[in-house]
């Protein structure tokens, strides 16, 4: 039950229009009688005067009492609508025209018999001598004359024959004609009413499907409430009112979340890959550590001492190798796990390169590999973390020496540039590919040049990068196959 706006809508509809009726009929009744009794007493207002007149009731200055029984006696068979009743001056009844059973009252109000006289207000209302609280239109006029009033001749008009023929007709003729028209005229409201809510609501259906059609989906694709507004922009009819605004924000918020369900499914994938690398990745020289000691155990009587020395430091280096493997997925993680991690603060980033160059100058010697170190004056400090750079310089600066031949030329310049500081590593050895570029900071990617000599797993850059991430800055690489590279970044100065 009322389950829909639209049957919801209806209902109050309705509801509203019976009440306007009801009210409508009560009103227009009320107002009805108002009506007569103004237009009554207006057309009747000296009947009590002309009555005196046409009747001679007075004679020689007193009430003749003969000419007045017979002027009731007449009124009660010719003008049934109207009683006329002799008044003291209290207002009490001396005698009357109407039957005498009928007669409720000793007393009429001497109020609107004043108000009457003396003032033009229409209607007025006197009391009803016939009901103990009724009260009705009415003529009155002082007897015998208006100079010396000893009482007044009181008329009442639509006396109770009247009120028996009026509700008669009112409840045979007016009260069905006027209930019909009502009903008419309120039908045809309600009917316009469910038509145009009809219209109103159906674009809240349309949109409450494509809603409910979307959230049994598989949240993969939707159909869009666009589709519907341009249809209405096609007819001329478009409104862009708050369904319209409902339906484009539908729109919106289906298209965010079919893409970031997509997000996390990419994310998926490319997290079950890297699962799928790093297992590689440890299970290489697991294997090949494992596959050595079990040679050293089982056939150890077999083997020359020189032999046996050679499995055990084939041995260490691989768990070297994997030790160094585990400590930059533990890096990487730490790096990914949050951004609060850096601790930046101003450090002299010229010191630093100093030091990381003289650590690894002293491995340099015996493949001759030149590492030049160019600091421009006046450097500022930067903001840093000093940690992290460090790491950052270590990793540009073991693939710069890695990826470069005898007689290599490695040089570090450090300048300043506005405000902030740039690092470059820059060498002349074997150099990246052009398309092999963008890729070269993916986790575990590793360029054609690669050497394998001793292992690595392509974790480094992938490292600076995420490390410059967290100091809001970039790296960047210029370099082609044969020609040496360049990388380089920006930290600001403090
Ligand atoms: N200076 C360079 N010259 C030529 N190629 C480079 C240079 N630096 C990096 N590369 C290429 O980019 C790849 C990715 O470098 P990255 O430092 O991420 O990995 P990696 O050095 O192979 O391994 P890891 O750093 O984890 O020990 C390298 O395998 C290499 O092919
Ligand atoms: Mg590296």
């Not at 003396?118 to 009391?127: N, S, T």
């Not at 494992?290 to 050293?296: P, S």
């Not at 601790?343 to 015996?366: M, N, R, W, Y």
């Not at 990826?403 to 002349?428: P, Q, R, W, Y």
Request: aromatic fraction near 8%.
């Amino acid at each position: 039950m009322l389950r829909t706006l639209y049957a919801k809508l209806a209902a109050v509809l309705s509801l509203l229009l019976i009440t306007i009726g009801a009210i409508y009929m009560v009103v227009s009744l009320s107002v009805a009688q108002h009506y007569i009794d103004e237009v009554n007493q207006l057309v009747s207002r000296d009947l009590a005067k002309n009555l005196i007149m046409d009747r001679n009731l007075v004679a020689e200055g007193k009430i003749d009492e003969a000419a007045l029984k017979e002027t009731f006696h007449q009124y009660m068979v010719i003008n049934p609508s109207i009683e006329i009743y002799l008044l003291d001056l209290e207002g009490n009844i001396l005698s009357y025209s109407a039957d005498p059973g009928k007669v409720k009252r000793k007393h009429v109000s001497l109020g609107p018999i004043g108000d009457f006289l003396e003032k033009d207000i229409y209607p007025l209302l006197g009391d009803d001598p016939r009901s103990h609280d009724k009260q009705k239109a009415f003529s009155v006029t002082p007897v015998p004359n208006e100079i010396n009033p000893e009482g007044y001749l009181y008329v009442v008009l639509q006396g109770e024959e009247y009120d028996a023929a009026n509700s008669a007709v009112r409840d045979s003729y007016f009260l069905w004609l006027s209930s019909w028209a009502v009903a008419g005229s309120l039908l045809f409201g309600l009917l316009a009413g469910l038509l145009l809510f009809y219209f109103l609501t159906r674009r809240l259906r349309r949109l409450t499907q494509l809603m409910e059609s979307f959230k049994d989906s598989d949240f993969s694709d939707h159909h869009s409430y666009g589709i519907v507004c341009e249809e209405k922009v096609a007819t001329g009819k478009s409104s862009d009112d708050e369904i319209d605004r409902l339906g484009s924000t539908f729109d919106a918020m289906a298209g965010r979340i079919i893409a970031q369900l997509k997000a996390i499914a990419d994310q998926d994938n490319s997290r079950r890959e890297l699962i799928a690398q790093v297992s590689h990745d440890l299970r290489t020289p697991l294997a090949s550590l494992r596959g050595y000691l079990e040679t050293l155990k089982i056939k150890s009587e077999d083997l020359s001492v020189k032999q046996q020395q050679e499995y055990i430091d084939i041995s260490l280096r691989q768990s070297e190798h994997l030790t160094d493997l585990v400590g930059e997925l533990f890096e990487l993680a730490t790096l990914d796990a949050t951004e609060q991690l850096a601790h930046i603060e101003p450090f002299a980033v010229t010191e630093l390169v100093h030091d990381v160059c003289q650590k690894f100058s002293l491995g340099l010697d015996k493949k001759t590999i030149s590492l030049e170190v160019k600091l421009e004056d006046a450097i500022p400090f930067v903001m840093g973390d000093i940690a992290l750079i460090e790491r950052v310089l270590e990793n540009l600066l073991e693939n710069a020496i890695r990826h470069t031949s005898v007689d290599g030329k490695i040089s570090v310049v450090v300048k300043k540039d506005n405000a902030e500081v740039s690092v470059s590593v820059k060498d002349n050895g074997v150099g990246i590919k052009t398309e092999e570029i963008p890729r070269i900071f993916e986790r575990f990617y590793q360029a054609e040049n690669a050497h394998q000599e001793g292992q690595h797993a392509g974790l480094g850059l992938a490292i600076v990068k995420r490390v410059l991430e967290l100091h809001q800055s970039t790296i960047s690489v210029d370099s082609q196959a044969g020609k040496g590279a360049e990388f380089c970044f920006h930290l600001k100065a403090a």
